[in-house]
T-cell receptor, first 109, second 114 residues
Framework: RKEVEQDPGPFNVPEGATVAFNCTYS??????FFWYRQDCRKEPKLLMS???SGNEDGRFTAQLNRASQYISLLIRDSKLSDSATYLC??????????FGTGTRLQVFP | GAGVSQSPSNKVTEKGKDVELRCDPI?????LYWYRQSLGQGLEFLIY????????KSGLPSDRFSAERTGGSVSTLTIQRTQQEDSAVYLC????????????FGNGTRLTVT
């Protein structure tokens, strides 16, 4: 089993739709979690951290479920500009960062 | 510019040649990571530097790969006797203190081995 797993997609959704991605991790000692966004042929950029109590940033909501060992990202009112690959990152052993392979989102008009 | 800088942005080399890739992290960032990404694939961890500690080299795919970080700042990734399977985008990232501090990526070096 991979340490961090994501559904590769693509998720094709119309503008205005709500879409959610999950990311599962295998190491129960994982300490920190992040979502990164990567546009085609560009470097990844931090989208948001994921806090234990869940957190929201505008149209984006991140949640952590430690019992089931997954994190999620919810995007409301999807925009064309949200089209990208969304990477989850899990940190354990203080400095070990593991990236998922990413979930591709395509928002169409 | 205060971002992570990588050079060259593109490198085409012949199989068997050595290449050096450079990364200039954000000033003051103690942690520096190298990843590589093949077309359509995820990020593969290569090596991690944190301050003056011994680097975590657990991701280097073979002994043809090495990296150093001089003076806690600039890092170079060297690939000796390049092979076609080394073709990928090599991404460098730095963070303030490693661990749970966010990564800032450079634009990457696109390496093509012919």
């Amino acid at each position: 089993r991979k340490e961090v797993e994501q559904d590769p997609g693509p998720f094709n959704v119309p503008e205005g739709a709500t879409v959610a991605f999950n990311c599962t991790y295998s190491n129960s000692a994982s300490q920190s979690f992040f979502w990164y966004r990567q546009d085609c042929r560009k470097e990844p950029k931090l989208l948001m951290s994921v806090y234990s109590s869940g957190n929201e940033d505008g149209r984006f909501t991140a949640q952590l479920n430690r019992a089931s060992q997954y994190i999620s990202l919810l995007i409301r009112d999807s925009k064309l500009s949200d089209s990208a690959t969304y990477l989850c990152v899990v940190v354990y052993n203080t400095d070990k960062l593991i990236f998922g392979t990413g979930t591709r989102l395509q928002v169409f008009p | 510019g205060a971002g992570v800088s990588q050079s060259p942005s593109n490198k085409v080399t012949e199989k068997g040649k050595d290449v050096e890739l450079r990364c200039d992290p954000i000033s003051g960032h103690t942690a520096l990571y190298w990843y590589r990404q093949s077309l359509g694939q995820g990020l593969e961890f290569l090596i991690y530097f944190q301050g003056n500690s011994a680097p975590d080299k657990s991701g280097l795919p073979s002994d043809r790969f090495s990296a150093e970080r001089t003076g806690g700042s600039v890092s170079t990734l060297t690939i000796q006797r390049t092979q076609q399977e080394d073709s990928a985008v090599y991404l460098c990232a730095s963070s303030l203190r490693g661990g749970d501090s966010p990564l800032h990526f450079g634009n990457g070096t696109r390496l093509t081995v012919t």
